[in-house]
């Protein structure tokens, strides 16, 4: 079984400074079968990155991901104060298959 | 407006059955795989239950396997879970999600809790 570790578990950081969190794979992912999501307190999670590095329909390109193989990365280049939230990577296995997802990092306003 | 909207939740003892359910709309249930993700209270998200269009194919969770069931009615656009043998740790709000066609979901509910309690 792949597990995801995200780091760091939480990141506190300011409005208009950069984000960049990472999520790492006990083995070898398939990069077009990694995901990101946001989740904001009380709400569902939310759809942002997918394939790596490919933004969800109505995404602002401010987020972006990066990566492969083991180590993947999700950048907010300059955050807005809606993007404090609980960030989670998730990854599809094919064989046996299963979805697993990172325990999440929590981004803080500082 | 694609949306899922989930209903049959509550408080349910330990070794009880309940069954949650999920009515789509605003595209064609019967096409894509459907799939369940619960999340414990202030944990993390964890994916249960999958199916797919025809609903000939059923994947589960290990902690699951035997418990649930996953099914749909795509003549009402419709999916089901239907939890037996409900334990104390299957408490948590279970999302019905869409599959996104890269093993990853695009479209979530707004959630449903189950509360299993004595």
């Known amino acids: 079984e792949t597990v995801l570790t995200q780091s760091p578990g939480t990141l506190s950081l300011s409005p208009g400074e950069r984000a960049t969190l990472s999520c790492r794979a006990s083995?070898?992912?398939?990069?077009?079968?990694l995901a990101w999501y946001q989740q904001k307190p009380g709400q569902a999670p939310r759809l942002l990155i997918y394939g790596a590095s490919r933004r969800a329909i109505g995404i602002p390109d401010r987020f972006s991901g990066s990566g492969s193989g083991t180590d993947f990365t999700l950048t907010i280049s300059r955050l807005e104060p809606e993007d404090f939230a609980v960030y989670y990577c998730q990854q599809y296995v094919r064989s046996p298959p299963a979805y697993t997802f990172g325990q999440g990092t929590k981004l803080e306003i500082k | 407006e694609v949306s899922l909207v989930e209903s049959g939740g509550g408080l349910v003892q330990p070794g009880g059955s309940l069954r949650i359910s999920c009515v789509a709309s605003g595209f064609p249930l019967r096409i894509d795989w459907m799939h369940w993700v619960r999340q414990a209270p202030g944990k993390g998200l964890v994916w249960v239950s999958s199916i797919n269009g025809y609903g000939s194919n059923t994947r589960y969770v290990d902690s699951v396997k035997g418990r649930f069931t996953i099914s749909r009615d795509n003549a009402e656009d419709t999916v089901h879970l239907e939890m037996n043998s409900l334990r104390a740790e299957d408490t948590a709000v279970y999302y019905c999600v869409k599959d996104g066609g890269f093993g990853n979901f695009d479209v979530w509910g707004q959630g449903i809790l189950v509360t299993v309690s004595s």
């Open positions: 083995q070898s992912v398939t990069s077009s079968l």
